[in-house]
Nanobody, 127 residues
Framework: QVQLVESGGGLVQPGGSLRLSCAASGRTFSSYAMGWFRQAPGKEREFVAAINRGGGSTEYADSVKGRFTISRDNAKSTVYLQVNSLKPEDTAVYYC????????????????????WGQGTQVTVSS
């Protein structure tokens, strides 16, 4: 089992940047594929970005391609989401998630494939 704790959210102006972090407990972080999802008020949770166990393969939602970057540091048991050029429509609670049981190069984009979730961190983009 793994516990996930997100941080780094906040209020930012349009065009600004943030770096979200997700720290995982346990000694088997490298065995999990990781992902970031977000949920805006009144909307369903949506996929944002995902990364494989080793960090060499990534996937992004079309809406964030070129603006967001997912990365991980297995030595620190942490996954990051660098969010740049933020837009008001990026406002949401951002969740990190861990998926177990997948191959080393597997990247998972469906929330139903994830086993563990953090509590979320709020990102608000407003002038």
């Amino acid at each position: 089992q793994v516990q996930l704790v997100e941080s780094g959210g906040g209020l930012v102006q349009p065009g600004g940047s943030l770096r979200l972090s997700c720290a995982a407990s346990g000694r088997t972080f490298s065995s999990y594929a990781m992902g970031w999802f977000r949920q805006a008020p009144g909307k369903e949770r949506e996929f944002v970005a995902a990364i494989n166990r080793g960090g060499g393969s990534t996937e992004y939602a079309d809406s964030v391609k070129g603006r967001f970057t997912i990365s991980r540091d297995n030595a620190k048991s942490t996954v990051y989401l660098q969010v740049n050029s933020l837009k008001p429509e990026d406002t949401a609670v951002y969740y990190c998630a861990a998926a177990q049981g997948f191959g080393r190069w597997s990247v998972r984009t469906s929330h139903s494939e994830y086993d563990y979730w953090g509590q979320g961190t709020q990102v608000t983009v407003s002038s």
